[in-house]
């Protein structure tokens, strides 16, 4: 037996190494490791040997227990061998028993299709036997509904032949009450023929029925004309009953009859205001509108009174009336007016289009507007939407409160014309007066004119009125005037047209807006006066005394601020005022309302004003500079305190900056603008004199250096000059000056740096002043006195070195010449040490 057991085990040995991979691929070993997990490390894939005995014997000492690790890797072999041995011997007698196992579920699914096809055919010959059964049931089925369908029909047809011997009695007895019932259901049961029309019985009583229709609204329409317009009309109409009941009978009938019924009454009611108002008429003209107006209110009490409960309350008899009124209105109005137009004045034009649009506020209270789609000729009335526009409603304008003040004197008709033109009534009427609007627009040209010159006369009377407090705008009260008066005229012509006469009105406010600025801003600003200098040797003194420095006088300095906010606050409100008229006009003709040129005039008014104030600082600080460029500094000995002419400069600053500044308080980037003005013309008009400084020593170039340190600084603090809250300059402004005023301090330099060695002194002139030129250079050479011919040298080496260092310029600005000897920088120090000392 353990002979057998080996051979089976030889056997089962070989067909391990023949059928079983040494490896598998990465699928299936995932697959075996989720069917057989396992953690012993015999069974991984990357299995080494090695690591395996290492991990058994990890020290020599461990290698004493090796036959007890021997003894049991050989006892799991063994039963390794069992199970395989096992399930091997199992597999034996499995193909067998799967073939019968195949066999005998195929001999199952045989049975089961045998048994389907059997059940299948039984359902058949039930489904057979149930079609015999039903089929005499649908025909019965068939045969009720076409019976009931049939008795459905006969009825109708009773109804409707009945229907019709009855309408044709009941119109002769003019019964509309039972008429008005029985049409509306004959007409009803006519709609179940429709699709019979082609037997001829049917086409008969379907003429019968149209013939009955047109009877009746011939006959109704009689009655009507009978009862209105006959002998006893005079005293009203005495079968009120049966015309009330010949409105419901109309309102069965075809909508022509309704139309032709209402269109003939409405004209019947208006023909005599056709006579009373007729265009020979004295009480046509439009001095007597009212009485037009007041004649309809009453018509229309006393039809209400007499005949409003005659006619269905949908009919809305009442509305057409007074739409047909205002339609005939519109267009006696518009014929009259067109004959006797040179009798037309503003002020008639205003009363007529007032009492206009007051009556078609009333119509837009008293009816609805259903009516009016059926007239030709009304104009489209866009609603008003709510806006933004600060022109109007809310503004940052510090005129608000006078333009609420002003609307507020309006009187109700004008609120109640405001809502008109949203109403569907608005315009009705009154747009028959838009063509004669030209006499407005030339009325309101002759008013602004007006205006303009009482503009003119208060400046001349009363001058610039001074600012109270630092809150105060500063600005003209006629510049609020002139726009709380274009608002007015602009909310009165868009009630009356958002058409052409827009686009005329504004052609009128873009003249007087220049006339504005030409004349009473421009023509405000005071006159620059050059006052006599006295001589050389007394200019100094002469600028310390006070009074004599400033060619405007602080009156005239604070009109030119004010004129300067005004142009401001105009040139803001002009573009409101152009995006408010831009909503107030048909959309088709915004790109007619262009108020840029406008706007740019107010801006040139602006720059006007900037250039006078700085011209006036700039003439006033140049009798200091004058000063500076004629003193002997070839004589000053030592260096003192800031010369005179830099306290005249300061003095002056300091008593003109703090009256422009708190003028422009409202407008702030209009006094950075004139700051940076001042300086951009300043300074380089203070480099120009110190050029005409000659013959300069070294303490004289020290002394001139200190005085342009002080004037660095003051500028500097231009903007908050004499003010207690201390504001940073901008960035661009402090940018401006450190440059220019920098460059001066450069140019002190050089001439304070000795000639001797030429080379040296054209090198540090290169490093300082990088940007300089040849005719600067040589204005530095006359500054420091030297002769021709020490001039000529210089000059060559300044030229031979021009190419050089406009390629090294770079690196001469951080490479300090070595030549310039160790008194000359220490001598530089200390005049820095002084000067900060001093400040």
């Keep these: 037996m353990a002979a057998v057991a080996d051979d089976e085990d030889f056997i089962y040995e070989d067909l ?93 699914i045989q049975e089961l299709f045998a048994k389907i096809k059997d059940i299948k055919d039984k359902a058949e010959k039930s489904e057979e036997m149930v079609k015999e059964i039903t089929r005499d049931i649908k025909q019965l089925d068939h045969a009720k509904k076409n019976l009931t369908s049939s008795i459905t029909t006969l009825n109708h047809l009773h109804m409707l032949v009945g229907g019709v011997d009855s309408l044709t009695l009941l119109t002769k007895r003019r019964q509309y009450g039972e008429v008005a019932n029985l049409l509306q259901g004959v007409l009803n049961v006519q709609e179940h023929f429709d699709r019979y029309m082609s037997i001829p019985q049917i086409k008969q009583l379907s003429d019968r029925v149209k013939q009955i229709q047109g009877e009746l609204g011939t006959q109704i329409q009689a009655d009507f004309e009978e009862a209105f317009q006959g002998a006893g009309a005079k005293y009203g109409p005495g079968n009120q009953r049966q015309l009330k009941e010949a409105c419901l009978v109309v309102s069965v009938l075809d909508p022509r009859v309704k139309k032709d019924l209402l269109n003939w009454f409405v004209k019947l009611q208006l023909s005599e205001y056709l006579v009373l108002f007729g265009e020979n008429q004295d009480v046509a003209w439009l001095d007597k509108i009212d ?51 040179v009798e037309i004045d503003v002020k008639l034009l205003l009363f007529a289009i007032q009492r206009t ?62 809502k008109n033109t949203s109403s569907p009534f608005g315009g009705i009427i009154s747009q028959c007066f838009e063509t004669h609007l030209d006499i407005y627009i030339d009325s309101q040209d002759r008013n602004l004119s007006e205006l303009v010159n009482r503009f003119l006369e208060d400046l001349r009377q009363f001058g610039t009125p001074r600012m ?138 602006i720059s006007s004003c900037i250039q006078l104030l700085v011209q006036d600082l700039e003439t006033a600080c140049e009798p200091a500079l004058t000063a500076m460029s004629k003193m002997s500094w070839s004589s000053v000995e030592a260096v003192g305190d800031q010369s005179g002419y830099v306290s005249a400069v300061t003095t002056h600053l300091k008593q003109n900056i703090p009256i422009i500044r708190d003028n422009l308080a409202s407008s702030r980037k209009f006094f950075t603008q004139f700051c940076l003005k001042f300086v951009n013309t300043f300074i380089p008009k203070f480099i120009n004199n110190l050029f005409r400084c000659k013959s300069i020593n070294t303490v004289a170039a020290e002394q001139l250096l200190l ?34 005023m920098t460059k001066a301090e450069m140019i002190l330099k050089v001439v304070m740096s000795p000639h001797e060695q030429p080379q040296g002194f054209v090198d540090n002139y290169i490093r300082l002043l990088s940007d300089s030129d040849i005719n600067e250079f040589q204005k530095v050479l006359e500054m420091k006195g030297l ?42 120090r200390k005049l820095e040490k002084l000067i900060k000392k001093r400040l």
Excluded at 322 to 340: N, P
Excluded at 385 to 412: A, G, L, V
Excluded at 710 to 727: A, C, E, F, M, N
């Design 357 to 418: 649009t007051n009556f078609e506020t009333l119509l837009a209270k008293r009816f609805t507007g259903v009516t009016l789609q059926e007239f030709q000729g009304k104009k489209s009335v866009s609603v008003a939407q709510p806006t933004s526009n600060p022109f109007e409603e809310e503004s940052s304008n510090p005129f608000e409160s006078d333009m609420e003040n002003e609307e507020k004197t309006q009187s109700d008709d004008n609120k109640d014309s405001e």
């Design 468 to 605: 109270e407090s630092e809150d105060s705008s500063n600005v003209l009260p006629s510049c609020a005037d002139l726009f709380v008066f274009y608002k007015k005229c602009m909310v009165q012509c868009s009630q009356l047209s958002n058409g052409q006469p827009m686009i005329d009105l504004t052609r009128t406010f873009q003249k007087y807006l220049k006339e504005y600025s030409n004349r009473v801003l421009l023509n405000s600003l005071p006159k620059q006066s050059k006052e006599g200098t006295s001589s050389a040797s007394g200019i100094l003194q002469s600028i310390l005394k006070e009074g004599e420095i400033t060619k405007f006088t602080e009156e005239e300095q604070c009109r030119i601020c004010s004129i300067l906010c005004t142009a401001e606050y105009c040139m803001e409100t002009t573009q409101q005022l152009e995006e408010k008229l831009k909503e107030k006009v048909d959309p088709g003709l915004t790109s007619q309302i262009d108020l840029n040129p406008e706007q740019d005039t107010f801006h040139n008014v």
């Design 291 to 341: 009485r037009r107006y007041a004649w309809i209110k009453r018509t229309l009490v006393d039809f209400e009174e007499k005949f409003g409960h005659l006619f269905p309350s949908d009919w809305e008899v009442s509305e057409r009336i007074c739409v047909e009124f205002c339609d005939l209105t519109r267009k006696e109005l518009s014929k009259i007016m067109t004959k006797r137009k």
């Design 787 to 828: 002769r021709r011919g020490e001039q000529s040298n210089l000059l060559e080496i300044y030229r031979a070195r021009i190419p050089i260092s406009s390629i090294l310029g770079s690196a001469n600005d951080q490479t300090p010449v070595t030549s310039a000897p160790d008194q000359e920088s220490s001598r530089i």
């Design 707 to 740: 005085d342009t340190h002080s004037l660095k600084t003051v500028l500097l603090d231009l903007p908050s000059l004499g003010s207690q809250v201390i504001r940073k300059a901008p960035a661009s402004y402090t940018k401006i000056v450190v440059k220019g």
């Design 16 to 108: 391990l190494n023949a059928s079983i991979p040494q490896t598998f691929s990465p699928e299936i070993q995932e697959a075996i490791d989720q069917v057989l997990p396992s953690d012993d490390p015999l069974d991984r894939a990357d299995f080494n040997p090695i690591d395996y005995i290492n991990t058994l014997f990890p020290t020599e000492q461990s290698l004493a227990n090796i036959d007890d690790v021997v003894g049991k890797i050989r006892y799991k072999i063994r039963s390794l061998d069992d199970d395989i041995r096992l399930v091997v011997r199992g597999q034996t007698n499995v193909g067998e028993s799967g073939r019968q196992s195949l066999e005998e579920a195929q001999k199952a």
